[in-house]
């Protein structure tokens, strides 16, 4: 054939201009389906925001009205703490002249409720509430270390340590016993509530069940039922009943702080704009003790794994109460997304807490816990877990657009 049409026999081949066009669709289709696969296989590596799988409450905006005096302070003195003995396993620094007994509760009330957290309040002053002392003694310009100052401030602000307070009726909403530890039981769940009373109230009141052990008895704390009286820390209570599942939208002057989430000593600190480099001229020289008015809140994180922390400097995209999270073994494993899932639904019990606020690296994001006593102690896959109580604070200090920097 290719002979013939040289010789003549044939007229030369000039192709169709509808045979042209076709051809030129069809390699359009191709390269869109194969385009679309790529992007759906590279989607499937990559973990699932909770922000995303969230469903819209409605509701953007918390009511600030307080909830009624649940809580009756104690006098000082009324209330008898046991010994506490150092643990020789301890990773805390020395702090000399630390407090103990109400001394000891009454410094860890006075840094929680000032936003620089103690950890879970327990009478027992350790790594969390000395990083808390040095925050306020920075913001106050006072040299890291000094407890006197911090310590006559708490003593005038927290008189009474210890008060009587009533399990409320609204926690029969927020306790189930039945919750099942099992994941695919969990899924079918209306929410991830606390297990027990004395778990509810416990984190109501920043503390862990071992302290309210402590205060009233395991019989009572146990046997805690609605209506019941229970010795608490005398602290602002994190009220769970007050979440509906918003969503917080940007804040002109939120949205402009800075978040430095250090894991090397499991601390947030949140400023009003990125930290200035220190410059050291003379190291030999003395260091000038300046109030740093910029640092307006820090609380303790636990960060993920070494091999999963994002280290670097990103952007806060969303910011969103009562998180639905996505349960997937395989993404956990590091195999990626997979079809088999299930949706956890929102709650005090969820592996991420009652806020998620989700970061510009994608999967990545602060958010609470459903074990407040672990916190800097068991890593998390890759984010930063906060208690609930402190968590649920930080929407008042940031907003989607702040940046937030994992060194």
Known sequence: MTDQRKAGIFPPFSPNPVFTMIRQLLSFFVFAAFSSTSAEEVLRALPVDPSDITPESGLKVVDPTPPPAEAKPL?????????????????????????????????????DQSHFGPGVIDGKPGRFTILAVNSWNEVNGHPPGEIGPVMAAARKAVPNPFAVA?????????????????????????????????????????????????????????????????????????????????????????????????????????????????????????????????????????????????????????????????????????????????????????????????LSVSGIGMHGTSDPETIGRAQSAGCIRMANWDVVRLPDFIRPGATVEIR
Not at 235 to 255: C, D, K, W
Not at 332 to 357: H, Q
């Open 75 to 111: 006098p000082p003195g009324e209330v008898v703490l046991p010994e506490v003995k150092k643990n020789p396993r301890s990773d805390s620094p020395d702090m000399p002249n630390l407090p103990s007994g109400d001394d000891a509760v009454r410094l860890q009330i006075f840094l």
């Open 166 to 358: 009533i399990v409320p009726e609204v926690a029969t909403k927020w306790v189930n016993s039945k919750l099942s530890y099992k994941k695919s039981e969990q899924a079918k769940e209306k929410r991830m509530s606390y297990r027990s009373y004395a778990e509810f109230m416990s984190e109501r009141y920043h503390t862990d069940v071992e302290f309210l052990i402590d205060l009233n008895g395991s019989s009572k704390t146990y046997g805690l039922q609605p209506r019941s009286s229970v010795i608490v820390p005398n602290v602002q209570p994190f009220t769970i009943e007050s979440l509906t599942g918003s969503r917080y939208e940007t804040e002109e002057l939120l949205n402009s702080r800075h978040v430095v989430v250090d894991t090397k000593i499991n601390q947030a600190r949140i400023y009003e704009a990125a930290p200035k480099a220190l410059i050291v001229t003379d190291p030999d020289a003395p260091v000038l003790v300046t109030a740093n008015s910029a640092l307006v809140a820090s609380f303790p994180i636990t960060p993920g794994k070494p091999q999963f922390i994002k280290y670097g400097q990103w952007e806060l995209k969303n910011c969103v109460q009562l998180p639905v999270w996505r349960y997937d073994q395989s993404l956990l494993d590091g195999k990626g997304r997979s079809s088999k899932y299930l949706n956890i639904p929102p709650g005090p019990n969820s592996p991420v807490g009652v806020i998620w606020a989700g």
